[in-house]
T-cell receptor
């Protein structure tokens, strides 16, 4: 069965600090996809990134970067020079072909608060 | 283009009433998913459609919950004889293809409160 663990329930940082959100996953499939979503205080779920299990290259998008390590089943998310607007709940999610439905299995989320 | 829309955004109903929640996916998106999100938790899978075919309903909690997507576009999630434990945010997501290959885009959700 799929499982996603986000061990950090809440993180609080001061603006301009770097912060890393941890995500550890479990799956029996060799083909799977990993995602990060952002849920700001307004409540919507905003897609940030998708990675497939065959591509372990790290990715950078502006202040955001993602570190995918199959050896440790982790897909961590780093925000560089955090800003107040980054304050949100961040969800890591896993999708695999179990049952061929590719449903998303989410972690419980990490609440990030960036203080001015 | 327009994103995923859901209606109503908020629904307050009395225990025992039936409710219907609507999802209008992004135009052309093949796959449609329903999730339920409790406060302080991540969304949990309910059911899934490819076009009009319901592929998986293993996440529906019990037989009071049902969903349809008759023309392969708009979907309705129906909860019969609502109970207080049904109170949650119900989210719909759509994907242009098989959702593992493509990302799922979520609607704003319907906040259901059963009193």
């Amino acid at each position: 069965a799929q499982k996603v663990t986000q061990a950090q329930t809440e993180i609080s940082v001061v603006e301009k600090e770097d912060v890393t959100l941890d995500c550890v996953y479990e799956t029996r499939d060799t083909t799977y996809y990993l995602f990060w979503y952002k849920q700001p205080p307004s409540g919507e779920l905003v897609f940030l990134i998708r990675r497939n299990s065959f591509d372990e290259q790290n990715e950078i998008s502006g202040r955001y970067s993602w570190n995918f390590q199959k050896s440790t089943s982790s897909f961590n998310f780093t925000i560089t020079a955090s800003q107040v607007v980054d304050s949100a709940v961040y969800f890591c999610a896993l999708s695999d072909s179990g049952g061929s439905n590719y449903k998303l299995t989410f972690g419980k989320g990490t609440l990030l608060t960036v203080n001015p | 283009g327009a994103g995923v829309s859901q209606s109503p955004r908020y629904k307050v109903t009395k225990r025992g009433q039936d409710v219907a929640l609507r999802c209008d996916p992004i135009s052309g998106h093949v796959s449609l998913y329903w999730y339920r999100q409790a406060l302080g938790q991540g969304p949990e899978f309910l059911t899934y459609f490819n076009y009009e075919a319901q592929q998986d309903k293993s996440g529906l909690p019990n037989d009071r919950f049902s969903a349809e997507r008759p023309e392969g576009s708009i979907s309705t999630l129906t909860i019969q004889r609502t109970e207080q434990r049904d109170s949650a945010m119900y989210r719909c997501a759509s994907s242009i293809g098989l959702a593992g290959t493509y990302e799922q885009y979520f609607g704003p959700g319907t906040r259901l409160t059963v009193t």
